[in-house]
């Protein structure tokens, strides 16, 4: 059987992008597991520390967060749905696997640079040695050097045999391996004994990447202030027509014409979008209809999303309103999500602990 793990950081409500290219796709893979397969999708609270904000928006994020995978159909009952930080045994694998990890591999990662570049874009630190633009940079925070060690934890504790995750993410997913091989090398972890799986990427890479609706340059992001450049999962009727009616096109011409994500981005991605809720590909989505307008192409669009979210802003609304009767489910379901993640972590750690001579 297999072991599925995931997570998502909680920095805002989902938007289309996260939508169309990670959590449909969570949700599919639940609905198609064997009865066997286990399923693990962690709301990441740890790892988004590695951004400091208000300990309010915080709380509030990691509910918002909550509610929206069960707003995309996620089942607590199927599906083991917790945040990271009421594990602790993350954080103590994390430390465990660092002591085995190596930190020229951790240097070679892109993510903690092009983070860093977007949190300090004036930082001076930027115009060094293009090689290793900012590893001794002040701003560099261990944490967020150190964020591929914690995310290979969440991966191993629960022993995943696979990850879905994007392009972005198989550096990571690359690393979480080498922390098998070191981890089971350095404590002479007998072959028949292994404690870790190699973990197995399930790339999502076909599936659609959503670019800004403002800047079809960009991808679509949840860090972008801009809110015209996304639609959020729980937009309504209204707010999706005019930011799909806002979107930035081209002049190259006023018809559909064919799939050119190179010399018109905006149009590839209203068709990578409309196929997206078809489960179709933009260049398919362009072949039924490049004889149309760029109006109708919007309307057309607008439509898939008005329509394809309908369920899930319907869900959003109805866990997400302040009632009693909602704050009383959420707590269940947080507490059914936590202790099943923990009964999970804990059997690891008991095999880790005597490994290493801790128990
Ligand atoms: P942030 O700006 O905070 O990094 P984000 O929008 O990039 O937010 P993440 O929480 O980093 O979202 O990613 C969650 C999942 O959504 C990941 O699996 C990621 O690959 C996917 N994802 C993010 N943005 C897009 C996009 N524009 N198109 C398709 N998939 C996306
Ligand atoms: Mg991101």
Request: charged share 20%.
């Amino acid at each position: 059987p297999k072991i599925i793990f995931s997570g998502i950081q909680p920095t805002g409500v989902p938007h289309l992008g996260n939508y169309l290219g990670a959590l449909k796709q969570w949700k599919d893979m639940q609905d198609t597991a064997r009865p066997l397969d286990k399923l693990f999708f962690s709301i990441v609270d740890l790892h988004a520390l590695t951004i400091p904000g208000s300990a309010d928006k915080l709380r509030q994020n990691r509910r918002e967060m909550l509610t929206s995978l069960l707003a995309i159909g996620l089942n607590p009952e199927r599906s083991t749905i917790f945040y990271q930080s009421s594990v602790p045994q993350h954080a103590e694998l994390q430390w465990i696997l660092s002591c085995t990890a190596s930190t020229g591999y951790l240097t070679r990662m892109t993510q903690w640079k092009s983070k860093l570049t977007t949190l300090n874009p004036s930082s001076p630190s930027q115009s060094t040695t293009p090689s290793n633009p900012t590893i001794s940079s002040p701003a560099l925070k261990h944490g967020l050097f150190s964020y591929p060690i914690l995310q290979a934890a969440d991966i191993l504790l629960h022993t995943a045999t696979h990850v879905p995750v994007g392009s972005d993410q198989k550096q990571h997913l690359e690393f979480a391996r080498e922390c098998v091989t070191n981890f089971h090398s350095a404590w002479s972890v007998p072959l028949e004994s292994r404690i870790f799986p190699y973990p197995q990427t399930i790339s999502l890479d076909s599936s659609s990447r959503v670019m800004s609706l403002a800047d079809p340059a960009k991808k679509m992001s949840k860090s972008d202030p801009n809110p015209k450049s996304k639609i959020f999962i729980n937009d309504d009727e209204a707010a999706i027509r005019q930011k799909i009616k806002w979107a930035r096109t081209d002049c190259v011409s006023t018809y559909v014409g064919e799939y050119d994500p190179v010399n018109r981005p905006g149009v590839a991605n209203l068709l990578e979008i409309l196929g997206g809720f078809a489960g179709k590909t933009g260049r398919e989505a362009a072949e039924e209809i490049k004889e149309e307008t760029l109006q109708t192409l919007k309307t057309l669009t607008a439509d898939a999303v008005v329509s394809g979210l309908a369920e899930v802003r319907e869900n959003f609304m109805l866990f997400g309103e302040d009632t009693e009767v909602n704050r009383q489910r959420v707590r269940e379901i947080e507490e059914i999500g936590t202790q099943s993640a923990r009964e999970s972590a804990e059997r690891t750690m008991e095999k880790v602990r005597n490994a290493i001579g801790l128990s």
